[in-house]
């Protein structure tokens, strides 16, 4: 019988992170559903237990470096040394550049790209010591440029550099990073781009889904689909690279 390993889903309340946790959950991986409510987790943590799966509910918050490591902690003592890692915690606070304010750049700065070092600079000590890990960042097509998100592109951008570096410099331990950029993929988040443009959500989907090649907008289990093979034994020579999965090609 193979040992059962156990994960770090960030973000996992909702939406992406939610369907990535259920993923592997059902692939036999014991998850920590992290978010920064720990209470919001409760629907996540149940579908998967109901499922017959293993979950904890973790809160914390991805950009404060003692919350990180209590939570790392937690997991490692109470489901098992974490030695894969999703990092999909992420916020919006779009705006053009002339209206965009400090703390605005500074907040998704701080979840997505601060976040995403913290958890992996945490997480990467039990993936070294059991000479196996698999980091997974969530970047976004966005990381090409996208009007309104100078704050959200860039750290979009940010971590398609910090998963190649980690490939790099964490590969001789068995460890492998890679990063998911998901097109438009019909979750809450959408839903509020949707809003902030005054444009029905039903509406924004028709259109964007007339400019992807598939002919239809991206779901969860979309990401949640590629999320399972990159931390799969299978993956282990696939490192550093950047997966758009957008319905079609990206530059």
Request: net charge negative; with cysteine; charged share 20%.
């Amino acid at each position: 019988m193979t040992e059962t390993r156990t994960a770090i889903v960030t973000g996992a309340a909702r939406g992406i992170g939610a369907a990535v946790a259920q993923r592997l959950a059902a692939d036999g991986i014991a998850v920590a559903v992290l978010d920064l409510d720990e209470s919001a987790c409760a629907g996540t943590v149940d579908s998967i237990t109901a499922a017959g799966g293993s979950a904890l509910a973790v809160g914390a918050d991805v950009s404060n470096p003692d919350s990180v490591t209590a939570a790392v902690d937690k997991v490692a003592a109470e489901l098992g040394a974490p030695t894969i890692l999703v990092n999909n915690a992420g916020i919006l606070r779009d705006n053009l550049l002339f209206k965009m304010s400090v703390e605005d750049w500074d907040l998704v700065m701080g979840v997505h790209l601060r976040g995403a070092f913290l958890m992996s600079k945490a997480a990467q000590k039990h993936m070294t010591e059991a000479s196996f890990g698999r980091i997974v960042n969530l970047s976004s097509t966005s990381a090409l440029g996208n009007r309104g998100q100078a704050n959200y592109s860039a750290a979009k951008a940010g971590l398609q550099g910090f998963t190649k570096t980690l490939a790099i410099e964490l590969g001789k331990f068995g460890v492998t990073a890679n990063a998911i950029a998901p097109g438009f993929i019909q979750t809450d988040m959408t839903a509020a781009t949707a809003e902030r443009m005054k444009v029905p959500f039903d509406d924004f989907i028709k259109f964007s889904a007339d400019q992807i090649p598939v002919g239809r907008v991206g779901q969860p289990d979309d990401i949640a689909h590629t999320a399972s093979f990159l931390v799969s034994e299978g993956a282990g020579f696939v490192s550093g690279q950047v997966i758009y999965v957008a319905g079609g090609p990206k530059d």
